[in-house]
């Protein structure tokens, strides 16, 4: 017979076991479902598209639903044309024909019930961006921003005085984004070669605008890691200009470039995304057909890790990642979604793409669900 003490021991180490084991169960990524959104915008009834991730990674379609607006039935160029709340319970889309915001309740399974639609205060909305219970929406041919609290129930009640205007009216916004502690709005100006930054009160009105000068031409679309500010340069279009600039932020909302205009020998470099540890940026060049790897440095710097670390299909704009595993990269013209892992040092390796995605696609948004979450 075995001594209590051993029997004990036994016991203990089974129960630590099983411990580890469901543990490590809940953790693994397989047992989580990935979304991945993108809209429509048909001039009609522009719709939003909804892709389940595959466990290798791949996107299947899983439907759409209404947005509630039209679209432009054109091509658009921004950055942030629909996103996520910050737990993944709702998302928010520009209908850039239709002058309007529309709310989607995310539901269990990936899917979208629309809440609510209202007027974005400007002409032609193309980026919005959310922190906690506000939204602001920029309006490219108006050359504004315009500002919402989200109440239940997904509704957007607009701002008294949060309407305001970018530094000119050519201004050509490429995205607003809230800064990460939700204190600050900054939009790029492509059209002055700017990138524009507001304070954001308790009341959520946007006020006291600074208006900081480009390191690069054509500032476009942004991300940020570890507290800087990293933009993309379309430079004009103009052949082999591509190029990346990171920023140091401060409270008053001026910004610092940190080593200036870093090239990439590509051509209009214009979409962002970084990785959640903040360590790389991965950089869309619409019209080289690949796709960029940045370092960013404890201090901010940006360094150009691989000119072309992917190639993508015709036009690639929109970029969203599902962790710091999965880049995903939506190509216009090819209208295709491309998916792709990343390994060692920003390494892409190509899994394949979803085709016939909507001749005028806009944005790319996505999250992934724990399947236990209820």
């Given at each position: 017979?075995?001594?209590?003490?051993?029997?004990?021991?036994?016991?203990?180490?089974?129960?630590?076991?099983?411990?580890?084991?469901?543990?490590?169960?809940?953790?693994?990524?397989?047992n989580k479902d990935g979304y991945v959104y993108t809209e429509s915008n048909e001039a009609g009834t522009n719709r939003i598209i909804i892709y389940k991730q595959q466990p290798d990674g791949s996107l299947v379609l899983q439907g759409s639903v209404a947005s509630g607006g039209a679209g432009t039935g054109a091509l658009f160029g921004s950055q942030g044309a629909l996103v996520l709340d910050e737990k993944h319970e709702w998302l928010y889309a520009v209908n850039a024909g239709a002058n309007s915001v529309s709310s989607f309740k995310v539901?269990?399974?990936?899917?979208?019930?629309?809440?609510?639609?209202?007027?974005?205060?400007?002409?032609?909305?193309?980026?919005?961006?959310?922190?906690?219970?506000?939204?602001?929406?920029a309006n490219q041919a108006?050359?504004?921003?315009?500002?919402?609290?989200?109440?239940?129930?997904?509704s957007l009640t607009a701002i008294p005085s949060s309407n305001v205007a970018l530094?000119?009216?050519?201004?050509?916004?490429?995205?607003i984004s809230f800064s990460p502690n939700g204190q600050l709005l900054?939009?790029?100006?492509?059209?002055?070669?700017?990138?524009?930054?507001?304070?954001?009160?308790?009341?959520?009105?946007?006020?006291?605008?600074?208006?900081?000068?480009?390191?690069?031409?054509t500032p476009f679309g942004f991300d940020f890691a570890q507290n800087y500010l990293v933009v993309a340069n379309a430079h004009l279009d103009l052949p082999n200009l591509g190029s990346v600039s990171s920023y140091s932020l401060s409270t008053s909302g001026s910004i610092s470039a940190v080593n200036g205009a870093v090239p990439n020998n590509q051509t209009a470099a214009c979409w962002t995304i970084t990785t959640q540890n903040g360590l790389l940026a991965f950089i869309a060049n619409s019209f080289s057909n690949t796709i960029s790897s940045y370092a960013i440095g404890p201090n901010g710097a940006a360094t150009l890790v691989n000119a072309a670390a992917a190639p993508t299909d015709a036009r690639p704009r929109d970029l969203t990642l599902i962790g710091d595993s999965y880049l995903?990269?939506?190509?216009?013209?090819?209208?295709?979604?491309?998916?792709?892992?990343?390994?060692?040092?920003g390494t892409l390796n190509t899994i394949g793409n979803v085709s016939n995605v909507p001749v005028y696609a806009a944005g790319l948004a996505s999250y992934k669900k724990d399947k236990k979450k209820t």
């Open positions: 017979m075995l001594s209590p003490r051993f029997t004990f021991a036994i016991l203990s180490f089974s129960l630590a076991l099983l411990f580890f084991s469901c543990k490590k169960e809940k953790e693994n990524p397989k539901n269990n399974d990936g899917g979208l019930t629309l809440a609510s639609t209202v007027a974005s205060g400007g002409m032609k909305p193309v980026s919005v961006s959310v922190d906690r219970t506000l939204l602001y929406v108006s050359a504004n921003i315009n500002g919402y609290k989200i109440g239940s129930g997904g530094s000119a009216p050519t201004a050509d916004p490429g995205q900054y939009i790029t100006e492509r059209g002055t070669d700017k990138i524009a930054s507001f304070k954001v009160n308790d009341a959520g009105v946007a006020h006291s605008p600074t208006f900081s000068n480009s390191a690069g031409i995903y990269v939506l190509n216009v013209t090819a209208h295709t979604i491309g998916a792709y892992s990343i390994g060692d040092k």
